[in-house]
């Protein structure tokens, strides 16, 4: 049986996030020590007591989801992944957990990460929308249709839930495009803009500065990376898909099918929230899908 752990992305914070990890382990408490300190203000504050309007700045949310992903998965006895993923911000906490990142690293990518996005964002105004109950080959072809206007398949999360991103026109005359086609639902996203479209290059340029001087390791087990879907070993080929990643889209459902026809019966999500195990059933529901 071979265990696959998962980890979440932007969107799975909450109130108090983390506070029963540092609590329950003080063995572990430095990690929430060491973030405060390299980030240059009181995370743990805001993650234990702070309002949810606070976790939703990208500048805070980002590093808070990866620090309560990478604490739990510390907490877990005997952690032996036999492969990982990460959706999105996911990918960097994986990669600390199959130990191609230390963690003080990729804290420090994670925040430049969430800030360049953040800039990205306020540069050009756009936005994203959840589109239900459509086939993925359609989506993509209303996305292409549109040529005047920046819109694309950004997240293919499971069949059937798909996220579009661009501009605010493009995302608005796809998303009315898609429900005259027959999609179930188009939902707008409250997201500060555009993640994993091509208005986030000005992002990729200064994050691919800074994972090219930082330093990745041989991994543990291969890491299933977004831009692909496929499995990764090579130190070098990782760095370049996680800054392709930025601009690219979120392959997870290939990724999981990749996963499980890899040999993973198990998928294991660790980090705040359970979307991912939601995603993971729809994409097969004969495999296993739980929570650390």
Not at 81 to 102: I, R, W, Y
Not at 202 to 219: G, H, T
Not at 245 to 260: A, E, H, K, P, Y
Request: aromatic letters at 6%; a negative charge; charged letters at 20%.
């Amino acid at each position: 049986m071979k265990k696959a752990y998962v980890f979440p992305g932007q969107g799975a914070q909450f109130v108090g996030m983390g506070k029963d990890l540092y609590d329950a382990h003080p063995n572990l408490r430095i990690y929430f020590e060491k973030a405060n300190d390299i980030l240059g203000f009181d995370i743990t504050k805001l993650m234990f007591e702070g309002t949810i309007e606070d976790l939703t700045q990208t500048d805070v949310t980002q590093p808070a989801v990866f620090i309560h992903s990478v604490v739990q998965a510390m907490s877990i006895d005997n952690f032996k992944p036999d492969m990982v993923a990460g959706h999105s911000l996911g990918e960097f906490t994986a990669l600390v957990c199959n130990q191609t990142l230390k963690y003080e690293d990729a804290l420090k990518l994670v925040s430049i990460r969430a800030n360049a996005m953040q800039k990205a964002c306020l540069a050009a105004p756009s936005t994203m929308a959840a589109v239900l109950g459509m086939e993925d080959n359609q989506v993509d072809a209303i996305c292409q249709s549109i040529t005047d206007e920046i819109v694309v398949a950004a997240n293919y999360n499971c069949p059937g839930q798909l996220v579009i991103s661009g501009t605010l026109e493009g995302v608005a005359l796809a998303s009315e495009k898609l429900k005259e086609a027959g999609a179930k639902r188009v939902l707008p996203l409250k997201v500060g803009g555009a993640f994993h479209s091509p208005l986030m290059g000005s992002a990729k340029e200064e994050l691919s500065n800074a994972i090219n001087s930082c330093s990745f390791a041989a991994p543990i087990c291969p890491i299933y990376q977004n831009i692909s879907a496929k499995p990764y070993t090579n130190p070098s080929e990782i760095k370049q898909n996680l800054i392709d990643q930025l601009t690219g889209s979120v392959r997870w459902t290939q990724s999981v099918q990749n996963m499980i026809q890899d040999g993973a019966t198990q998928f294991i999500e660790v980090g705040p929230g359970n979307a991912l195990m939601g995603m993971i059933k729809k994409i097969n529901p004969d495999v296993e899908a739980i929570h650390a």
